[in-house]
């Protein structure tokens, strides 16, 4: 009896709360079944105008489809639907719920016609049923697309959405598109200088798209008003190329470094021209392709962390294969240059076509985790977030690296050699052994920039064929074998390169750094940050 009587007591409040939620759906119904009947464009914009009045979001749907022309009604009791076609039949889905509901031969049902000034019409109460969403993300889309398509008939819509409103990003969005809408209505003179106003502030490219139009079609103090709007915006968008241009130069930097600072080391230390160290590259970056592949068939849940998996075993893969290459082949051909360059360029040779072998020949997907998936829009400059996540991976391999070479033993030794090898092994350090490593180190740091290249490039057997050339300018440019030479000149070629290609082209524009960096070879033989040491200097 208890339980009877708190569900007694409990009832009126139940009904409380779904009765309107019913209620309006009913009310939704009720207008929609007059499609069915209405005779005529008129008649079928009194409806239109009837539902969006209601002010449910769920209304969209029978409109976005009586716009799209997919609102039928059955001939035999006058139902309506959301019809898709689908062959000889047509699939009938509830015009609410998007629920199937059956088929029906096309014989069967009636399609509700529309034309171009119905369509704006349900534009704009389709504008209006979004902006009441209680998503901010679909009020912002809203808002965005009432200001790129403005109609004097939203106004009101917006001005109630506007007062309403309670998130200040949106409410801002709101007044640009009501901005943009006032443009275009019968309004005093004086809102519409404001309205020029604000949308000059926004500074962005639709801004200036939607201003270039009304300038050329005003006059008078409007027309003035637009032509300065629009210098103001021009201003603001060359402001941001230039930002955008240091952002690319600074991402492509950032690859660059991650592809040269491992051939800095074997070149500085060793003296080695290694044209395999990009096939070093191109080994790492199949390993996260094998990663890849091997958490999605087996454990698809951690694949978010399949690059913190690849990165140890891409270092430890390409690192071993360093290894071997300089304890099978170089060390043999120590203090002739000619025949290393050759040697290592068979290699190289030889390990794209094991991967053809292996891979294939064609290029191989590597996904991006969700974290470095999408981007963030900073003033009118987009930032990916993959290119950003490479940038400070980059920075952090530099961090480490110059760790080791400054803060312990086996980086002393390293410098050791590099400045004077004789003394170095007169002092009992086994320098055939630091070299080894060291290209062994090289290699693996070529390994993870392969990694780091496998989410913004094609990962085939070519890939690092790409870049070899573009490491050994880095490195001759910075200073052989100084890290912090390595550094700067990755990223001023990488911005160089950017500022360059809109001008002259991406191939011309490296022809040009090609002929900078030679011109500046000839002043500084040794880069901008020579190495010191007696043998060295010698």
């Known amino acids: 009896m208890t339980i009877l009587r708190l569900l007694a007591l409990l009832l009126p409040l139940l009904t409380a709360f779904v009765a309107p939620a019913a209620a309006d759906e009913a009310e939704l119904r009720e207008i929609i079944a007059k499609f069915a009947t209405a005779k005529g464009f008129a008649a079928t914009k009194s409806i239109v105008e009837e539902l969006a009045a209601v002010g449910d979001p769920a209304a969209e749907r029978p409109l976005v489809a009586l716009s799209d022309g997919d609102l039928v009604f059955r001939e035999s009791d006058r139902e309506v639907f959301i019809g898709k076609e689908s062959g000889r039949t047509v699939r009938l889905l509830d015009p ?9 031969k096309k014989s069967e049902i009636s399609k509700i016609k529309v034309n171009n000034t119905l369509r704006r019409v349900i ?32 106004i009101d819509a917006l001005d109630a959405a506007i007062a309403r409103e309670t998130v200040s990003s949106v409410r801002r969005k709101l007044e640009q ?69 240091v952002w690319y130069g600074m991402s492509l930097g950032s ?50 962390w399949s690059l913190a998996i690849a990165l140890p075993l891409a270092f430890l893969v390409s690192g071993a294969v360093g290894l071997a290459i300089e304890r099978g082949i170089i060390r043999f051909l120590y203090g002739r240059p000619l025949e290393t360059l050759l040697a290592t ?35 009118q400059m987009s930032v990916t977030f993959n290119r950003l996540w490479i940038l400070v991976f980059a920075l952090g391999v530099f961090a480490v690296l110059l760790y080791v070479m400054k803060r312990t033993p086996w980086g002393l030794q390293m410098r050791a050699v590099t400045a004077n090898r004789r003394m170095a092994s007169s002092m009992g350090i086994k320098t055939p052994w630091v070299d080894a490593l060291t290209f062994a180190l090289g290699s693996g740091i070529a390994g993870i920039a392969g990694v780091a290249l496998s989410q913004i490039d094609n990962v085939s057997p070519n890939l ?27 990223f001023s070629l990488g911005i160089l390169n950017k500022f360059l290609e809109p001008y002259a082209g ?28 007696r043998a060295v200097e010698a």
Do not use: C
């Open 123 to 154: 534009r704009d109460a389709v504008g209006a049923l979004t902006l009441s969403s209680p998503d901010p993300v679909v009020r912002i889309a809203a808002a965005d697309t009432m200001f790129k398509t403005p109609s004097a008939d939203a």
């Open 506 to 533: 991406a191939v011309l524009g490296k022809i040009i750094v090609l002929v900078v960096i030679i011109l500046f070879i000839q002043k500084r033989p040794r880069g901008l940050f020579a190495l010191k040491g």
């Open 177 to 245: 598109a009501r901005a943009s809408s006032v443009l275009v209505s019968d309004l005093p003179e004086a809102d519409k200088l404001a309205a020029i106003e604000m949308i000059a502030e926004m500074g962005s490219r639709d801004a200036a798209s939607l201003l270039i139009a009304y300038e050329a079609q005003s006059d008078g103090a409007l027309k003035d008003a637009a032509t300065a709007a629009i210098a103001k915006i021009n201003e603001t968008l060359a402001f941001w190329a230039v930002a955008q241009n």
């Open 96 to 104: 609410l719920t998007g629920e199937v509901l059956g088929e029906a």
């Open 464 to 490: 690092g064929q790409g870049y070899i050339i573009d490491s050994f300018m880095v490195v001759v440019f910075g200073g052989v074998g100084n890290l912090w030479g390595t550094l700067v000149g990755a």
């Open 255 to 304: 690859v660059l470094l991650l592809a040269a600072i491992g051939l800095a080391i074997t070149f500085g230390v060793m003296g080695v021209i290694n044209m395999a160290h990009g096939e070093m590259v191109m080994l790492g970056a199949y390993t996260t392709f094998v990663v890849q592949e091997l958490i999605r068939s087996t454990a698809p849940g951690l694949f978010d």
């Open 345 to 379: 360029w068979g290699v190289s040779l030889i390990l794209q076509q094991a991967v053809r072998t292996i891979f294939g020949p064609t290029n191989r997907e590597v996904g991006n985790p969700a974290w470095m998936s999408g981007a963030v829009d900073i003033g």
